[in-house]
Every structure is written in structure tokens, then in C-alpha cells.
């Protein structure tokens, strides 16, 4: 069962996070429970309780998740209105339920065991981490706000669209003598690194796909995942013989550095947290896995999904962490409790790849169904649906900027998509069998993909 523990926020707190610090921690589970279960999710009855607590029924240019927003932001900071809510026929008080919802409650609760010390002290660390990122880009995000300047705006993604329309490919390189599985550019893009179902690891230039290093034997079969650190100096993989590895850089050259042994079946997916300090990897034996990178120790094992992880991806800030895979489900884990906050459901056929926007707040997944979903974390329910390729999406991405999504699929085409409208911006198509992978550069400035054809093949504008 799920291998997390039942820790409260409290008992996680350091000694020296301040009072404000301890505040969000709270707001946030106020918001995550109250919101919820506890405040109307019909507009009417909103508007009802917020003139009983003889506030504005509405305001200018407020929607209706807006306006369930502020009730229980209301709600939240004062004591009265919470009391006078809570005697009101609004309230959502559903502690009474019949024998039969208690027991089908208690068939789908969480089971949680006890956390390792080392877990209680990463948690601890994350929570501090990650309430300093999110302050830091919503600053960001409010400072963008308050200097937005919409011909600006527009003339920068005009920009952008208009450049990646003009990408073509010109260059290609055979690595492998199996379908290429996975390609990745380093975080300073100097780097293509590719994996093959062959188990192989290939390092490139990335201005002219030269070979630097290859490293036969790697893994026992397809290579599922891989991930550069922040630094671009470490690089952590996982095989189909369910080991996790992780590689240095050292002049031009592949060296195991550290392996990690646990998942019973293929490794799918390996991903670097944001610090580096740790690392994630989903597997074919239902469930996903965190791992000190500096004592090599698994800290948690985690199921939830009902079939095969196929893909993870860590939030920018560090705090959540989302998974998916062939159930067709998504889930998103809070990495500071260990508990499950969100489930993604709406895709019709296994996802097999998922991303984080660098807003923090948006997630893309790509599924066999053929289209790339958009889920919104801020509203329920919410989500924008592409209609991508006319076959199973191998990868859906977004860029570091967070102004381009890419995908690709076994139609042997990549697309670009503006991330203000979702818009298709390009199709780029040059490979001649299924695409199983790529990669985009900051700001669209290039693209490197791999697949069946058992190239790499990067695409830009020529100068």
C-alpha cells in the first residue's frame, strides 16, 4: 500500500521558519479542505452566503471560481464570518454519512507507515525551499502583472511564433543501432544526450551532432528516462533491468557515478529535483520512488496508480511532484506530506508523458489518445484540450520560458503550440518512422527529437 507517512505540517516545521511561513502552510490546507468539501460549489449559493455575511454579492470582473475564492478566503481570516457560515444551511457539514458511504470512505483512505528519519529531514527541507520559490515567483508573477505592457507582450510572442515557423531541420545523426528512446538537451543547451532501447547513452555536441562518448551497456535493455542535473553536470537514467544511474560529465565522457537498486520491474521515467538534492523514477512495478542523491538511499516508495507509471515531472517550486501513466491517470503528490492533493482524469487511452509549466500552476499530458490535455491546478475541473497527432503522444514539453509546448507522436510529426491560446504554431516532420522523444530550447530557439528511425535529428532556423 502507499509507503507515506501521516506527519502534519506542525510536526514538520523547523524550529526556525517564521510565523508567516507557518500561516500559508496553514492557509494552505485550510484551502485545500474547506474550499473543497466545505464551501458551496453552486454560484448561487456563493452569492448567498456572501450576502448573508453582509459582503459584496459579486465584483467587477469576477467569474464564479473567483468569487468561491474569496468566500473562503473571507472565511479563513475572520473568526466571525466562519462562525456565522458555519450555523448557515451553506455550510457543507457532511460528517453524518450512512454506514455505507463510511466503509466505501475507508476502502479508498490513504494508508500511510511511518517516515524514516532522513524522510521526516528532507521534508523539512523542501518545506523551506519551496515556500521561498513560490514567494519568489509570485513576486515575479506580481511584479509582471503590474508592469504588464500588452503590445509588448504581443510583439514578444509574435516574435517567438514567428521564429519557430522558420525551423527546419538541419541536422541528423544515427546513434544507435535500436530506436532512440530519449534525447535531452543540457540546461546550458551545449549537450544532446540519447538513450536507445539498446541501453546505450550517446553525448553530442549540440551545434553539430557530433558523437563525444558513447556508453555501451549502460543498462540491460531500453533505456525508459533521463534528466540532467541543474548544473548540466550529472545525468540520471533509468533501464529496463529496474536500475536507476546516474552519470558524470567529465570531459566529454559518461562515468557511473552511483547506481540505485529497488523498482522490481522497468524504470520508466528518472527525473532531478529542482536542487538536485534528489531524484524521482517511476517504474512498470506501479510505483514511484524518491532517492537521496548524496547518501543514495531510497527515502519513500509510493503507489497509487492502479497500472504502469509511464511518467513524472516535478513543479518548479519543488513542493509537488505529478505522475502518470497506463490507468489513463494522473496524480499530483505533495512531496512535503506525502499525501496526494490532485487527480487528473479525462484522458481516454494510458498517458505517457507529463510536464510542468514554469508557472507553477499549469500541467500538460500526453496520451495515447492522441491528444495533449492542459490541466489548471487553480480551478477544478478544469482543463484545455488539444487535438495533437493522429496517434499515441510520445512527449508533451514546454519550453523554459513557458511561451512554447512541444509534442510528438508516432505520426512521425512535432508541433509547436503557443501557450497563450494553445494554438498550433508549426509542424515539423522529417523523421521516417515513429518519433519517441524530443526536447526545445528556451524560448523555441531549437529542437532536437529521436525515434524509431534511430537518429537524433535537431531542428532550428538557420543563419
Known sequence: MAAHNSITYDNLLPKNINGDSVAELRRLDFQGNERLHLIPTIDDEVKAALTLLKEPETLDDEDAFMRRERLAELIFKYPAHRATFESSIYYKNDTEKSPRNEEEEEEEEDFYTPASGELVSARKFLIQYSLGRARERLRKESFRAQTFNLPEELKKRRQIASYAKNIELIGSQVVSRRPVSQVALSPNEDYVAAASWAGDITLLDKQSLEILNTKRGAFTGKVGGMDWSICHDLLVAGGEDGLVK??????????????????????????????????????????????????????????????????????????????????????????????????????????????????????????????????????????????????????????????????????????????????????????????????????????????????????????
Open 246 to 463: 546516474v552519470f558524470a560529465m567529465h570531459n566529454n565522457q559518461l562515468c557511473d557515478i552511483s547506481t540505485y537498486e529497488g523498482h522490481e520491474n522497468r524504470v520508466t521515467a528518472t527525473k532531478f529535483h529542482p536542487t538536485a538534492n534528489y531524484i524521482a523514477s517511476a517504474s512498470f512495478d506501479m510505483t514511484w520512488r524518491l532517492w537521496d542523491v548524496e547518501s543514495r538511499n531510497e527515502l519513500l516508495l509510493q503507489e497509487g496508480h492502479s497500472q504502469e507509471i509511464y511518467s513524472l515531472a516535478f513543479q518548479c517550486d519543488g513542493a509537488l511532484l505529478c505522475t502518470a501513466g497506463l490507468d489513463s491517470t494522473g496524480l499530483v503528490w505533495d512531496l512535503r506530506s506525502g499525501k496526494r492533493t490532485t487527480v487528473l482524469s479525462g484522458h481516454a487511452q494510458p498517458i505517457y508523458s507529463v510536464d510542468w509549466s514554469p508557472n507553477g500552476y499549469q500541467i500538460a499530458t500526453g496520451s495515447g489518445d492522441g491528444t495533449v490535455k492542459i490541466w489548471d491546478l487553480r480551478k477544478s475541473e478544469h482543463q484545455e484540450t488539444i487535438l495533437a497527432h493522429n496517434s499515441i503522444v510520445t512527449r508533451a514539453k514546454f519550453d523554459k520560458s513557458g511561451y512554447c509546448l512541444i509534442s510528438c507522436g508516432y505520426d512521425k510529426a512535432i508541433n509547436l503550440y503557443s501557450t497563450d491560446n494553445w494554438l498550433k504554431i508549426t509542424t515539423l516532420q522529417g523523421h521516417m518512422d515513429k518519433i519517441l522523444c524530443s526536447d526545445i530550447a528556451e524560448g523555441a530557439s531549437s529542437v532536437v527529437s529521436s525515434g524509431w528511425d534511430r537518429s537524433v535529428k535537431l531542428w532550428r532556423v538557420e543563419n
